[in-house]
């Protein structure tokens, strides 16, 4: 597909306008893209990047916004995925854990998370097919830990009253004691 535009006397692909952004390597297919965040160590809570995330058959690739304090770009290939988790429900949380195979955790914020797992699993099978290697899914990752339990709107509902009560009854109790 070629752009009206030119760029330097020859027609800008998308492809080539898309490696001009991402720095997709030749052969390289992009599967999905959003916009996201990064943690790279999920235990630092102040350490967390805003940026785009790219999908494509080899990698995940992110590239942060120009906003961060530190000019980010991290690239994750799909061969180093060890398994993915994903505790919460999309209500909750757009959160995805990615277990790397060097015992590192990286943590990718995006939303329609469910999306990104689907294609993410998809990418690595289909990865592995190529390659004749065998691969079991449920093993890598566990997509009972995307369904909702029962009542669980009810329950944050319930657990956004008593939050609430509760603010109210300390605001009341500092009302009284600044009175006195």
């Not at 995006?110 to 592995?128: A, E």
């Not at 691969?135 to 657990?159: C, H, T, Y």
């Amino acid at each position: 597909m070629s752009l009206p535009r030119k760029l330097g006397g020859s027609p800008v692909t998308l492809f080539a306008l898309i490696n001009l952004i991402m720095g997709l390597n030749q052969g390289e297919k992009l599967i999905r893209e959003s916009r996201g965040n990064y943690k790279p160590n999920p235990l630092d809570p102040l350490e967390s990047y805003g940026g785009k995330w790219y999908l494509t058959d080899k990698r995940l690739y992110f590239r942060g916004n120009f906003t961060n304090l530190k000019n980010i770009e991290e690239s994750i290939s799909l061969k180093s995925i060890e398994s993915i988790e994903a505790k919460h429900n999309d209500f909750i949380s757009s959160k995805i854990n990615l277990y790397l195979k060097n015992a590192s955790i990286a943590q990718i914020l995006v939303p329609k998370r469910n999306k990104w797992i689907q294609d993410i699993l998809t990418s690595i099978r289909l990865m592995n097919e190529k390659e004749g290697r065998p691969w079991d899914e449920k093993s890598f990752f566990d997509v009972k830990n995307m369904s909702r339990p029962k009542g669980w709107l009810l329950q944050i509902a319930i657990k956004i009253i008593i939050f609430g009560a509760a603010v109210a009854g300390i605001l009341f109790l500092l009302q009284l004691l600044l009175s006195l």
